[in-house]
């Protein structure tokens, strides 16, 4: 097989740390350079129902072609269980080390919708740690499917977003559909609005900056059984500094709260908030900024 033609993201001092980074790892990992990389944002609910949002955080694949029906995943933040697997469409999967399982199961569905049926390698990273509190599985799902279904695809051609979401919620029906929407869907500044016919998204604005406001995670640190205390608190303790709203993002289990936020209120938010769990010695929930971002694209 010869080498694609996209091999010079790794070491372009110009790109983005994070993409070049998944370009260099597929090539450490497998031998070549990616014949694409893709980004995918992380993404969030809004406080009102059937909204949903990018925010820019985003998670990447880079993947190459191969015609020997092989599969090889890796992933950096998995460095010791990268594996080889035969691309099977049916019948039991192969045994996969436990973070495999998921980007597997989409290369099977991809498959037998005819996408890369003669075999990928795979790289897959994140920017986030489920830590953060935003589902870090839907962003890489989509990439995959965007990074797999591009490498096998007509050169130039742009995937079918609307059919591999539907393939993904057919393939992971455990995954969050109306975030993996918005990764497909979402425009920076404005939410999506779910519920519309398919093939035709609509959108209304959603644009903090533009408002004079800011969009904060806060995700709490403190064991599972307490967190749901400890978001409770947290949302009280930023509405009483002057938050204008607070509602949960969408991951499960829920470990974090969006807060939007007056400018002029940002300081006295997160001091409330880390003051009053510095005292009894709690972890102090960690603020992430959050801009509202667009969708899923191609990054070489």
Do not use: K
């Not at 800011?214 to 930023?238: D, H, I, N, S």
Request: hydrophobic share 45%; net charge positive; aromatic share 4%.
């Amino acid at each position: 097989m010869t080498a694609p033609a996209g091999g010079g993201l790794a070491r372009r001092a110009t790109a983005d740390p994070l993409f070049r980074l998944v370009a260099y790892a597929l090539e450490a990992a497998h031998g070549r350079p990616p014949a694409a990389v893709w980004s995918a944002p992380h993404a969030f609910h809004l406080g009102s129902p059937g909204l949903v949002a990018a925010a820019g955080w985003p998670a990447a694949a880079a993947a190459a072609p191969r015609d020997d029906g092989l599969v090889r995943l890796s992933s950096l933040a998995h460095p010791a269980d990268g594996c080889d697997l035969p691309l099977t469409r049916s019948g039991p999967p192969p045994a996969a080390p436990a973070w495999a399982v998921r980007p597997y199961a989409v290369l099977r569905a991809l498959a037998r919708a005819g996408h890369g049926r003669g075999g990928t390698d795979l790289h897959v990273q994140g920017s986030l740690t489920a830590a953060a509190g935003l589902s870090t599985a839907d962003p890489a799902d989509c990439a995959v499917a965007l990074a797999v279904a591009g490498v096998h695809g007509p050169p130039g051609a742009e995937p079918d977003r609307e059919g591999l979401a539907r393939l993904l919620a057919g393939a992971l029906p455990d995954g969050d559909d109306a975030l993996r929407r918005a990764v497909f869907f979402a425009r920076p500044g404005e939410a999506l609005l779910l519920g519309a016919r398919a093939g035709r998204p609509r959108y209304v604005g959603f644009d903090p900056a533009a408002s004079r406001a800011r969009l904060v995670l806060a995700a709490v640190r403190g064991e599972p059984a307490e967190r749901p205390a400890e978001l409770a608190r947290t949302v009280a303790l930023a509405r009483r500094a002057g938050a204008l709203s607070a509602w949960p993002p969408g991951g499960r289990p829920e470990r974090s709260v969006l807060l939007l936020l007056p400018e002029a209120r940002v300081a006295a938010v997160r001091a409330a908030v880390a003051e009053d769990f510095r005292d009894p010695g709690r972890p102090v929930p960690p603020f992430l900024n959050i801009s509202v971002a667009g969708a899923a694209r191609r990054e070489h």
